[in-house]
């Protein structure tokens, strides 16, 4: 039996995460966390607002699921890291913005780091127990989002209701926002390049509409691994609580004989500049990634409360990134005055944006 805590019970991962434990009897939800929704008796623990750290110090669980959205589950991952505790991290924010500290309490705690982001849960599987010089690279696929195809004139005036509108995923609302402007692709990037330990020119990004191929793996021979299933995250949210076990899901196989199409097509960096943009953060380095992680918030977040347009996204986080600092951050509380200060920088670029 494994004692599992969630956090972010309440939201979209947070949700289909209880389901795969209440399906798995080798599962059991010890500890759960919300940000705001109440969750009372869905675990013997819970907490609502607030550090998870007491609730999680609380259960001693053998695994925590991160799935609480953006910069407020640094801490949770840190916080598990350290221990030796394995973590289940859909919490991608807190990988881009504390790669090196993350890196640094994962080497110390010992324990196991598995990815739920759907992508790096493909690359996971594909790169298990292979030698590092026989991969030549990693390829994450995107759908494109709601507003593939179009160019930069095209997407001046979509809306929140436009952009929430994903093709193949069903998400919390930052995140989808955020595959509308591949900027989650772009935190993507920065997480594989923790996550894998690979240099930024060896993870590629294409499109792939359908969600069907989740990543691939290219091999120094000339051949390449590809991971395949159909969009549905209890996959990988399983697979990661289940690790290194795989047990069955309600996910039906692929059907073949349907006649499945594999199309895949370059990103069009010039209607989508956020992946560039969080590429070369990533290769900067230091503190910047937290930075663009932190005015991305910023933006979206204005975006979906109608005060600033799609486009103003790229503009507030382009200036942020200018404006800001991006020195090596050694501790949290240095991260934390990072994170607060590109915000105010972010708040600031909004009124010109
Ligand atoms: N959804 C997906 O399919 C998917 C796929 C891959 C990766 N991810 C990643 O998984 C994470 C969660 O995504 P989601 O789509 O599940 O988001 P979501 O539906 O918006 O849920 C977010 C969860 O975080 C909680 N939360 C928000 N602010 C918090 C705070 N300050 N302190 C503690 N908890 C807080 C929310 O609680 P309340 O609602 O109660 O406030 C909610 O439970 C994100 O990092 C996302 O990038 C998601």
Redo the contacts with the bound molecule.
């Keep these: 039996m494994k004692r599992v805590a969630v956090?972010?019970?309440?939201?979209?991962?947070?949700r289909?995460a209880r389901e795969v434990i209440d399906r798995n009897p080798d599962l059991e939800l010890v500890a759960a966390?919300?940000?705001?929704?109440p969750?009372d008796g869905i675990a013997p623990l819970t907490q609502?607002?607030?550090d998870?750290v007491d609730l999680l110090e609380e259960a001693e669980p053998d695994v925590v699921l991160n799935?609480?959205?953006?910069f407020?589950?640094v801490c949770a991952t840190l916080w598990t890291l350290e221990r030796g505790i394995d973590l289940a991290l859909?919490?991608?924010?807190s990988l881009v913005a504390a790669g090196e500290l993350a890196l640094a309490a994962w080497k110390r705690g010992g324990g196991r780091l598995i990815p739920?982001?759907?992508e790096h849960s493909a690359v996971f599987q594909c790169i298990e127990g292979r030698d590092p010089q026989t991969v030549e690279a990693v390829v994450l696929t995107a759908s494109g989002g709601p507003f593939r195809g179009r160019n930069r004139l095209e997407l001046a005036d979509v809306t929140p209701e436009d952009a929430l509108a994903h093709p193949t995923?069903?998400?919390?609302?930052?995140?989808?926002v955020?595959s509308a402007t591949l900027a989650?692709k772009g935190?993507e990037v920065i997480e594989a390049h923790f996550l894998f330990g690979l240099p930024y020119d060896r993870i590629e990004v294409v499109i792939q509409p359908t969600s069907v191929v989740h990543a691939l793996l290219r091999l120094r021979d000339g051949s390449s691994l590809a991971h395949l299933g159909y969009p549905d995250?209890r996959v990988p949210i399983s697979y990661a609580l289940t690790y290194p076990e795989r047990e069955p899901t309600d996910t039906p196989q692929l059907d073949f004989a349907a006649g499945l199409v594999l199309e895949f097509e370059p990103v069009d960096d010039e209607a989508f500049p956020m992946l560039g943009l969080a590429r070369r953060a990533g290769e900067q380095g230091g503190s910047l990634p937290c930075v663009f992680n932190a005015a991305n918030e910023i933006a979206v977040g204005a975006f979906l409360d109608g005060r600033l347009p799609f486009p103003g996204i790229t503009e507030v986080v382009e200036q942020t990134l200018e404006a800001g600092a991006g020195a090596p951050v050694g501790d949290v509380d240095e991260l934390v005055t990072v994170d607060a200060e590109a915000r105010r920088l972010a708040e600031q670029a909004l009124v010109h944006a």
């Design positions: 956090l972010g019970a309440s939201g979209s991962i947070g289909q966390s919300s940000g705001s929704q969750i609502v607002g607030g998870p799935a609480v959205v953006g407020a589950g859909a919490n991608k924010e739920v982001d759907s995923w069903s998400m919390g609302p930052k995140i989808t955020d989650n935190l995250m």
